[in-house]
């Protein structure tokens, strides 16, 4: 069983503050993380790709893997009301095969208070 | 250009019955997956084509089918109906069936009485 753990929170941060968003993943040799953002009552919407270790940045958001500690967060700077939605960590550990399928966490809801 | 569309957006159905969702990628993607998600968890994979072959089944009972047409569009059937079956479906359509960059369809919220 491939396991996609992340803390369901809620986790609520003020506007203009650091929303930090974890992720463990069981499967060793995962290759592919992905960040998904989902508002309520909306489908995922992807936001962060990540295949190595360290920092993936792009505008407000970073992206961090640490594949020996199998770990993967998501950085949100400058947060705004408009990030509150859920973020989905999703992992593909079948890289090279035809098999495209994601694993996700349950998702963990964010609130950014003005 | 058009994203995934799906359809219906919503379906009501009792306990047996059957129903069929419809899903069409973005224009050149040929590979869709399925995903169910039930409320407050996040998808789960169901299945995925590419070029109208099966490439990848999760672990869901045979009551659960799909197919992808020459299109490239695709549809889901699911037949004897159970309440545990009510979930949010998503369609996500992919470059190739190697591509992990998913990109989601608004859903067909799939309520069974």
């Known amino acids: 069983q491939k396991e996609v753990e992340q803390n369901s929170g809620p986790l609520s941060v003020p506007e203009g503050a650091i929303a930090s968003l974890n992720c463990t993943y069981s499967d060793r040799g995962s290759q592919s993380f992905f960040w998904y953002r989902q508002y309520s009552g909306k489908s995922p919407e992807l936001i962060m790709s990540i295949y190595s270790n360290g920092d993936q940045e792009d505008g407000r958001f970073t992206a961090q893997l640490n594949k020996a500690s199998q770990y993967v967060s998501l950085l949100i700077r400058d947060s705004q009301p408009s990030d509150s939605a859920t973020y989905l960590c999703?992992?593909?550990?079948?890289?090279?095969?035809?098999?495209?399928?994601?694993?996700f966490g349950r998702g963990t809801q964010l609130t950014v208070w003005p | 250009d058009a994203g995934v569309t799906q359809s219906p957006t919503h379906l009501i159905k009792t306990r047996g019955q059957q129903v069929t969702l419809r899903c069409s990628p973005i224009?050149?993607?040929?590979?869709v997956s399925w995903y169910q998600q039930v409320l407050g968890q996040g998808p789960q994979f169901i299945f995925q084509y590419y070029e109208k072959e099966e490439r990848g089944r999760g672990n869901f009972p045979d009551r659960f089918s799909a197919r992808q047409f020459p299109n490239y569009s695709s549809e889901l059937n699911v037949n004897a109906l159970l309440l545990g079956d009510s979930a949010l479906y998503l369609c996500?359509?992919?470059?190739?069936?190697?591509?992990?960059?998913?990109?989601f369809g608004s859903g067909t919220q799939l309520s069974v009485l």
């Open positions: 224009s050149g993607h040929k590979s």
């Open positions: 999703a992992v593909n550990p079948d890289r090279g095969s035809t098999l495209g399928r994601l694993y």
């Open positions: 996500a359509s992919s470059l190739r069936s190697t591509n992990e960059k998913l990109f």
